[in-house]
DNA sequence: AACGCGGGGCG
DNA sequence: CGCCCAGCGTT
């Protein structure tokens, strides 16, 4: 979960995830939208995909047990080096280096690595220095307080070199560098994409909305509304033909949602349509609001669901449960 | 060796 | 509004 995610935005969801699955056996025997729905809003959600993916392999591989050997662990699945050494040092007492992006800021500045994140001579560079620091028997603890100190002292754009333990050996500060370290190439500019979603009702049952999983690299195993690229009613009864479904499409959207991701910013338009009654599959059905929860689901669908339904107090936890299910599903 | 992949909180 | 976060797998 902490892969490139805060940990503060984490730990709600970590300790619902641990109540429901406490074990490597439990959460291996899960479905996997099981997974995905305690999962849902927190984003890049491959990792909860990968994480089942390779419980389940530590079941089938190693008997249910973490293997102690490093390139085991590193072939399973959603496991790269920073995990593995996260394994390695703190559950095995291994001397395993750690690097995410507190330690990087670190060691940038302590060895001034100047070459810029994300190549991988700087990203060698940082492996190696960590590597070369993590001896003692206390691995765990070593790696745990590098990523402290990048947090807490060695921070970007605040460092408090003052308080730092480690400030008599920084090369960085020595040579008054510490502001432009660690150097971080500009991004491109996130890519606007204009979108249409429908929510589709069965005829006589507004308590549901029509729902596909996608396995696309976008929001990839989550269920979403039928949507593509495009703008106006005929692109959105484009993607409701798309969805296998016949029906009217509402006179106008209904609204539009912008939902901001790292690479894209969305614009979506929100139609509705009611439309005859269909059996469902195991990728696409009807889904009452109160399903809803049993599912993954992004934000972004959370977002067009809301968009039919006005908050009237509060959003979530209302208490007229029918009422509310009725309105959130448009 | 680059790039795609969510979402949120803070300056 | 921009930045960056206890990264990983794919291309």
Redesign the pocket.
């Known amino acids: 979960m ?9 730990i709600p969801y970590y300790e619902r995830f641990l109540k429901r699955f406490p074990t490597i056996a439990t959460l291996a025997k899960a479905p996997e939208d099981d997974v995905l729905a305690l999962w ?8 909860a995909r ?1 994480l089942h993916k ?1 419980v389940r392999e530590v079941v089938s591989a190693y008997g249910g047990a973490m293997p102690s050997d490093a390139s085991a662990r ?1 072939g ?9 050494g ?1 394994i390695g040092s703190i559950a095995f007492h291994k001397e395993e280096p750690i690097v ?3 330690v ?2 670190v060691l940038s500045r302590l060895f001034v690595i100047d070459t810029p994140l ?4 700087t990203e060698n560079a940082f492996w190696e220095k960590a590597q070369h620091l993590v001896r003692g028997d206390r691995p765990g603890d070593f790696n ?1 307080a590098m ?2 100190l ?2 807490t002292i060695c921070t ?3 460092p408090r070199c003052d308080e730092c333990p480690v400030r008599r050996h920084c090369r960085a500060k020595k040579e008054a560098r510490v502001y432009e370290l660690p150097v ?1 190439l ?3 500019a996130p890519k606007i994409v204009q979108v249409v979603a429908v929510i589709a009702r069965a005829v006589g049952d507004d308590d549901a909305a029509w729902l596909q999983r996608c396995d ?5 195993g989550l269920w979403n509304l039928p949507m593509m690229e495009g703008e106006g009613r005929d692109d959105a009864q484009e993607a409701l033909r798309k969805a296998g479904l016949r029906g009217k499409l509402s006179s106008r959207k209904i609204g539009d949602v912008v ?6 910013r969305m614009h979506v338009e929100v139609w509705t349509a009611v439309v005859t009654k269909q059996r469902g599959t195991m990728t696409r059905r009807y889904v009452r609001h109160k399903a809803l929860k049993a599912l993954g689901v ?3 669908t959370q977002k067009l669901l809301a968009t039919g339904a006005p908050p009237s107090e509060e959003s979530c936890s209302c208490r007229s449960r029918r009422a509310h299910d009725r309105a959130a599903c448009g």
Not at 40 to 47: A, N, T
């Open positions: 902490c892969q490139q995610t805060r940990v503060d935005t984490v849902s809003g927190l984003g890049y959600y491959r990792r990968l390779g590193l399973l699945p959603g496991i790269g080096r920073y995990t593995a996260a995410d992006g507190n990087k800021r994300g190549r991988s001579d745990q990523m402290e990048g947090a970007p754009t605040s971080v500009a991004k491109k696309q690299a976008l929001f990839g939902h901001i991701l790292s690479h894209r992004s934000r972004l």
